[in-house]
């Protein structure tokens, strides 16, 4: 059997991602939809040092475009796409709103389930259906539409109630995320947001998981057997069986890979991505691109994916108390080629139309040459014009010599 090497399988696994091709064309909706569509969601993160996550991923695909374009495409009158749960709180399509409804019955169904500890824990029981009915006659409102009332705090991330009711009815379905007015989530009826041509028919579980089991294992191009299912954030006691019954069915295929660190692995590759891995072994598919991605990137989703292939730790500090970070705040790692070269902390200073790279920082063992430099300086050009920067400022690299040339280089 075929035993493909590291190089073979970053290169499926970049292009799966759509991370693999070089140059920046001019990115329209069609073009934002289905990257969107490839990856399967993309997660939603309030944190924005630069461009929220959601925004950045799309970036790091596509190169420069109109952010409003994605808020259109989600809230807009003919919107594709919208907010739910899948790996994470996720911009999701439309076609694949379906597969949320079991969890959602779920949650109703069963009073003792969390979300129900959670309401009964925060808020008073006739609250939840006065907000429902607030919403039904006034239309979509955000929690600060709602009195704040007295709230002594507690768990939840002291959530006042208007808040902890209104993602209790988000969750089992009832509500939607109908816009975003300054990043607050507007919730209005379900029957008033979801479009009419939306397959609302429910699945049943083996249905679902095999989807999302499916989903991963495609989205991640070549993969561990446990990470298709980590992909949709599924419990590997869960997501085995399925992987197990798609293996017998042909849906999923195993093949024998040799990771970064030399010893051989057992694999799994979608069928529809055997052409992929065919075209990477005979070398008339290479990763060509170089771009920056978020901590919170698709790419990252499957537990240790990033060791195995890359011998590069992904990891995000904004949550360690300072003296603690290695890194920064809210490293970009960089991708050059097939590689993870680096990382840098950003800071988009907006007002002054400022990038400010308070550490930037190569891999051991990678050298700043000047094609390297030249590729950085490339994509920092492009980053720079979607954040609408004029200048930027490096305050420390490592090596040194790495910021000089980048800095000559723009």
Known sequence: MTVYPASVLRTVALTAQGLQRAGNAPADAAALLAAIRQTGCLQIDTLQMVARSQYLALWSRLGAYDPGLLDELTFGPERQLFEGWQHAACIIPLEEYRYQLPHQRNLRDHPTSWYNRWLNETVQKDFVPSVLERIRRE?????????????TGGTWWNWRPAKVALEYLYAMGHLMVAKRVKFQRVYDLTERVL????????????ER?????????RALGVCAPR???DYTWMKVGKSRPVTAALLRDGVLVPVQGRLEDGTQAELIVHRDNLPLLEQAADGALTAERTTFLSPFDSLWWAARRD????????TLEAYLPASKRIHGYFCLPILHRDRLVGRFDPKLERRAGLLRLKSLTLEPGI?????????VAAALRDFMNFHQAGELVIEASQPAVFGKKLLAAL
């Open 367 to 375: 050298k700043p040459s000047h094609e390297l430099v030249a590729a």
């Open 139 to 151: 239309g979509g409102l955000k929690v600060s539409d709602f009195e704040r009332g007295s709230h």
């Open 227 to 229: 990470h298709a299912g």
């Open 195 to 206: 479009p009419a041509w939306v397959d609302r028919s429910e699945p049943g579980l083996e």
């Open 209 to 217: 998981d095999r989807f999302w089991v499916e989903r991963g294992a």
């Open 307 to 314: 060791l195995q292939l890359w011998n590069f730790h992904q």
